[in-house]
């Protein structure tokens, strides 16, 4: 039995919301409370469940990067994704920001460890923990 694929006005609502977020990382809260100011009655396990639905579907990527941590996601339009190449993320420890790396090094590595490894690294869930030049000032080195 085919399974049945449902639009609703909450999904919609959320694709609507996603799409304006291109390029950037939102949690399910941050969905939950705009579109809530924004007139809807949206709750947020209903946002996580259609995000998780998302993910399934290649809509969203989801980063879960640690403890502590609400998971992050980002919107792929497979037509319009806003990095040309694989999406390689840093975590800092410190403060919790989320930072896309654009970095031709980190692809070598990804080519190294396929080549060298036999070991296929999934660049869109791969998060590089460490200190963002904001918090490094803090942190002695």
């Known amino acids: 039995m085919e399974k049945r694929t449902y639009n609703t006005k909450r999904q919609n609502e959320l694709l609507d919301y996603l799409k ?3 390029g950037q990382h939102v949690t ?8 809530r100011k924004n007139g809807s009655s949206i709750g947020v396990t209903t946002v996580y469940r ?8 290649g809509i969203l ?7 502590g941590y609400a998971a992050c996601y980002e919107y792929m339009d497979p037509e319009e994704h806003v990095h ?3 999406c390689f993320h840093a975590r800092c420890e410190k403060c919790g ?7 031709s090094v980190i692809s070598e590595i990804e080519k190294h460890l396929l080549e060298k490894h036999k070991f296929m690294l999934n ?15 803090e942190v002695r080195i």
């Open 28 to 35: 399910a809260q941050d969905a939950a409370s705009y579109l």
């Open 61 to 67: 990527n989801k980063f879960e990067t640690g403890e």
């Open 50 to 57: 259609q995000f998780e639905k998302f993910v399934d579907d």
């Open 123 to 137: 660049p869109n869930r791969t998060v590089f923990y460490g200190v963002c030049k904001e918090c490094m000032a």
């Open 84 to 86: 040309d190449h694989d």
């Open 20 to 22: 304006s977020t291109k």
């Open 97 to 103: 920001k989320l930072i896309h790396l654009d970095c």
